[in-house]
């Protein structure tokens, strides 16, 4: 996949401790500034309530968008979301949702519980955290009329980066798509991005085939992005060094 560098990092809000954009480069908080009156109609903390804490989903989703080896797998799911090979223009009327959430990687502790359990014993006491992997659930389109000024605030940024380092030229065929990440059963906390694809890996998915889950090789059917998707968490799993970056430790309470 093309490796294209996220230029701008994510901030907490110091109300909500929800995301928000400010560019890598400056340190001033204009970025925020400009996007609170945006940001006050999900900021739950702004009536006095507790500021709620960010979703394990959301934390690790903050850190794959920083990260070029992931994101470059992850642009096939959100050009496949798109359908970018026969609708170009949907990178400038939509932008894509990625519905993320984190499950249990120790089956082993299950398992011994489980057989607490069946012989009708207490199981010992849960330690305090347990690691949970991060998981791609779904993808979705979001129109324009939907998608917060804050987004397209961070795609015409990168747009800019890109063309002042003359990497985004009029008429080249890059797209840039703009991507939100929601934990799966919350609501509010969400992180941004925006990609630069080049028309190369447009075509390369168009050519891709979908997986004979069932057996061996590949049917003569396009890939679906739900079969994207399960490839993708499938080699997340199978790779120990995607699997260690993508796994959270959270607390069994939250569990």
């Not at 500034?33 to 109609?41: F, Q, S």
């Not at 959430?101 to 207490?122: H, K, N, P, W």
């Amino acid at each position: 996949m093309a490796s294209q560098r996220n230029v701008f990092h994510l901030f907490e809000c110091s109300k909500c401790r929800a995301n928000v954009p400010k560019e890598n480069i400056k340190l001033c908080g204009g970025c925020q500034k400009a996007d609170w009156k945006d940001h006050k109609l999900i900021c739950r903390a702004a009536d006095g309530t507790p500021a709620p804490s960010r979703p394990p989903a959301i934390k690790v989703a903050e850190k794959i968008i920083k990260d070029d080896e992931i994101m470059g797998e992850i642009d096939g799911i959100l050009v496949k979301a798109m359908d970018l090979e026969h609708y170009p223009e949907r990178a400038d009327t939509h932008a894509v949702v990625l519905t993320c959430r984190v499950a249990s990687v120790d089956t082993t502790m299950a398992m011994e519980r489980l057989q607490y359990f069946i012989s009708g014993r207490e199981p010992p006491p849960l330690p305090p955290k347990v690691p949970k992997l991060f998981i791609i659930v779904k993808a979705s389109l979001l129109p324009n009329a939907s998608v917060p000024k804050t987004l397209d605030d961070i795609a015409e940024k990168t747009k800019e980066t890109y063309r002042e380092a003359g990497l985004l030229k009029p008429g080249s065929g890059e797209s840039v798509v703009r991507a939100i990440w929601v934990a799966e059963g919350t609501t509010g906390a969400a992180c941004y991005c925006a990609r630069i694809i080049i028309p190369e890996v447009i075509e390369k998915v168009a050519t891709w085939k979908k997986p004979n889950w069932e057996g061996e090789g590949y049917l003569d059917e396009p890939i679906s992005t739900a079969d994207m998707i399960k490839g993708y968490n499938l080699m997340v799993m199978a790779t120990p060094e995607l699997k260690k970056k993508l796994t959270i430790m959270v607390s069994t309470k939250d569990s």
